[in-house]
């Protein structure tokens, strides 16, 4: 059973659209965390969200924690080419075991 | 501040022979993670261990493949009698507990 999963799986869209990436559980987390890997490189920490609804903005990313802190999404505005990647969202494992848990991926084109 | 450091970043093995993949976490950090990364894939949990114990292995083959984290020095992802289906890169992450994990650059390992 995935316990985080992310939707869409594949997305590619033109410059200038705006987009959102969900990552939904049926379990409650303490936190989440967004990750973007580009090609070759490592996943980089993008940003993490604790309390239920909170709202973080980076640029053009605004990211959004669930009210109940069992989904989070990623809205990104007016979408560059230096936006392409593999959007990845991670929790600490709801029973407490200290390890991460990951979804499987956003995967994003964003064509010029 | 160092951050989470993977060596070597390409590493060439003949089917048979072994890879040792090296990761040295963050200062601090006594978490870490193993993950590998099939082209075009997201990443798959390998194991996650803190100083000196594998807290879980779940999804590590249970044949050929090891790892530990030594009390002092890297963390080591073993590989023994590499088949070509071995070929992947492998991401190294840590934490300092189960949150905001870090990822090193990886290691692309090519069986030939």
């Known amino acids: 059973t995935q316990l985080l999963e992310q939707s869409p799986q594949f997305l590619s869209i033109q410059e200038g659209e705006n987009l959102t990436v969900y990552c939904n559980s049926s379990s409650v987390f303490s936190s989440l965390q967004w990750y973007r890997q580009e090609p070759g490189e490592g996943p980089v920490l993008l940003v993490t969200?604790?309390?239920?609804?909170e709202v973080k903005k980076l640029k053009r990313l605004t990211f959004q924690f669930g009210d109940a802190r069992k989904d989070s999404s990623l809205h990104i505005t007016a979408a560059q080419p230096g936006d392409t990647g593999l959007y990845l969202c991670?929790?600490?494992?709801?029973?407490?075991?200290?390890?991460?848990?990951f979804g499987q991926g956003t995967t994003l084109q964003v064509k010029p | 501040n160092a951050g989470v450091m993977q060596n070597p970043r390409h590493l060439v093995r003949r089917r048979g022979q072994e890879a040792r993949l090296r990761c040295s976490p963050m200062k601090g950090h006594s978490h870490v993670y193993w993950y590998r990364q099939l082209p075009e894939e997201g990443l798959k949990f390998m194991v996650y261990?803190?100083?000196?114990?594998?807290?879980?292995e779940s999804g590590m083959p249970k044949e050929r493949f090891s790892a530990e984290f030594p009390k002092e020095g890297p963390s080591i992802l073993r590989i023994q009698q590499v088949v070509r289906g071995d070929s992947a890169a492998y991401f190294c992450?840590?934490?300092?507990?189960?949150?905001?994990?870090?990822f090193g650059q990886g290691t692309r390992l090519t069986v030939v």
């Open positions: 261990l803190q100083k000196e114990n594998i807290i879980d």
């Open positions: 991670a929790g600490p494992q709801p029973s407490n075991t200290g390890k991460l848990i």
């Open positions: 969200v604790v309390t239920g609804g």
């Open positions: 992450a840590s934490s300092m507990t189960d949150t905001e994990a870090f």
